[in-house]
């Protein structure tokens, strides 16, 4: 069954960084389109960013457009965020989420269980 697991979130200090990382597992990653999401507290899950399956083509979220890279590494079935600059607002759980297909505005079909990130001084 595809399994989402995610690593990497932890407390930062404003301006600091964070790499995001969701191990793939259960399916063929090389075949679909990816995606990160975040849930702050007391709102609702929101988009973040997502990469298509040759990673020519990454879009995101106007609030991260700037600071925020995603990647992926198809040889490992791996999917990161490399997050800087980060500011208190962007303290939420980030998920990642597997597209339902190799289209990049696909329906995602399946979620990790998310990290907790937490920006505070």
């Known amino acids: 069954q595809v399994q989402l697991v995610e690593s990497g979130g932890g407390l930062v200090h404003p301006g600091g960084s964070l790499r995001l990382s969701c191990a793939a597992s259960?399916?063929?990653?090389?075949?679909?389109?990816m995606g990160w999401y975040r849930q702050a507290p007391g709102k609702e899950v929101a988009w973040v960013s997502s990469?298509?399956?040759?990673?020519?083509?990454?879009t995101y979220t106007d609030s991260v457009k700037g600071r925020f890279t995603i990647s992926r590494d198809n040889a490992k079935n791996t999917l990161y965020l490399q997050m800087n600059s980060l500011k208190p607002e962007d303290t939420a759980v980030y998920y990642c989420?597997?597209?339902?297909?190799?289209?990049?505005?696909?329906?995602?079909?399946?979620w990790g269980q998310g990290t907790q990130v937490t920006v505070s001084s």
């Open positions: 259960g399916f063929d990653f090389n075949n679909y389109a």
């Open positions: 989420g597997k597209r339902s297909s190799a289209v990049l505005t696909s329906r995602v079909d399946s």
């Open positions: 990469i298509n399956i040759g990673s020519s083509l990454k």
